[in-house]
């Protein structure tokens, strides 16, 4: 989710993740093909603080 979410902040060019096996690198490639709805990341975005 977290991938997906800071992906869809304007102005985000790139997330960078890490990864120690092979199933992390496909889980986080995977996890950038989510977009979440305008009603989504603003709720995921309030739960940050500013």
Known sequence: MAIGALAALPG????????TSPEQV???????????????????TGLVPA
Do not use: F, K, Y
């Open 26 to 44: 496909r889980a986080n490639a995977a996890a950038g093909g989510w977009e979440p709805t305008a009603e989504e990341l603003a709720e995921i």
């Open 12 to 19: 985000c060019g790139s997330v960078i993740a890490g990864a």
